[in-house]
C-alpha cells in the first residue's frame, strides 16, 4: 500500500503515531520505534505493509521504504512542501473514506515540485481542488454585496471573490482572476500575484 504521511506524533519512548492519506482512506497507525526511522517522516510517499488490521488496538505500520522525490534535499522546496501537507491534513482531519483524487493531488504536485515555483503548484492544485469539492465560486458577483463585479476583484478565504471595497483587501484583474479558475493555470499571474493567492491559501483550505 502506498501513502503520505499527512502527520505524525511521537508516542511513548520513541514510537510514534503516524497519519497516512492513502487512495481511499485516512489512517492513524503505529509504528514501534519510528523516531528512529527516516523513512518516516512528514510529507513522505511510503510503500508500507499493515499488521493488526482487526484487532482492537490501532494497526501497526510494516516493511516500509520510501518513494523518494529529486527534490527532498532542496530546504526551501521542502519547506514549502510541509506547509502545503500541513494544510491538507488540516483540510481531512475527522475524514476516514475519500476519493483518490486527494492522494492523486499530492502526487502530481510532488512529481513536479522541483520543475516550477512550488507556491504556483499550490495555488493550481488549489483551485483544482475547489472545483472538484464544487467550492469554486466563478460567478460575476460579490460574495458580500451580491452585485456585479467590476473590472478588480478581491479575494477572500476559498478564493471566494469580492470588491476590493467590501472587504477591503488587494484587488486583482478580474480577468485573470476568471481565467486562472477556468484553466487552474498561474501563467498569466507575476509572482506578486501568486504570493498574494499563496497568503490566502496559508489561512486554511
Not at 5 to 12: G, N, Q
Not at 99 to 111: H, I, K, M, T, V
Request: proline share 3%.
Amino acid at each position: 500500500m502506498k501513502g503520505f504521511v499527512i502527520e505524525l506524533r511521537k508516542a511513548k519512548n520513541e514510537d510514534s503515531i503516524a497519519t497516512v492519506l492513502s487512495s481511499h482512506e485516512v489512517r492513524t497507525y503505529y509504528r514501534f520505534f519510528g523516531a528512529r526511522h527516516s523513512i518516516l517522516q512528514l510529507g513522505n510517499l511510503i510503500d508500507f505493509e499493515v499488521e493488526g488490521e482487526h484487532s482492537g488496538f490501532m494497526p501497526r505500520l510494516r516493511s516500509l521504504s520510501h518513494i523518494g522525490f529529486p527534490w527532498l534535499y532542496d530546504n526551501n522546496r521542502l519547506l514549502h512542501w510541509h506547509n502545503y501537507i500541513r494544510l491538507i491534513a488540516a483540510h481531512l482531519r475527522d475524514t476516514h473514506e475519500v476519493s483518490p483524487f486527494y492522494f492523486d493531488l499530492l502526487l502530481g504536485a510532488a512529481r513536479k515540485w522541483d520543475k516550477q515555483n512550488p507556491k504556483r503548484i499550490i495555488c493550481e492544485s488549489y483551485i483544482t481542488q475547489l472545483d472538484f469539492e464544487g467550492r469554486l465560486h466563478n460567478e460575476d458577483l460579490c460574495y458580500i454585496c451580491e452585485e456585479s463585479l467590476g473590472e478588480t476583484v478581491s479575494l477572500m478565504q476559498a478564493f471566494i471573490p469580492a470588491h476590493p471595497h467590501c472587504i477591503d483587501s488587494i484587488s486583482m484583474n478580474k480577468q485573470k482572476i476568471f481565467s486562472l479558475f477556468a484553466g487552474k493555470k498561474t501563467i498569466y499571474l507575476d509572482d506578486d500575484e501568486v504570493e498574494y493567492l499563496h497568503e490566502i491559501i496559508q489561512r486554511g483550505l
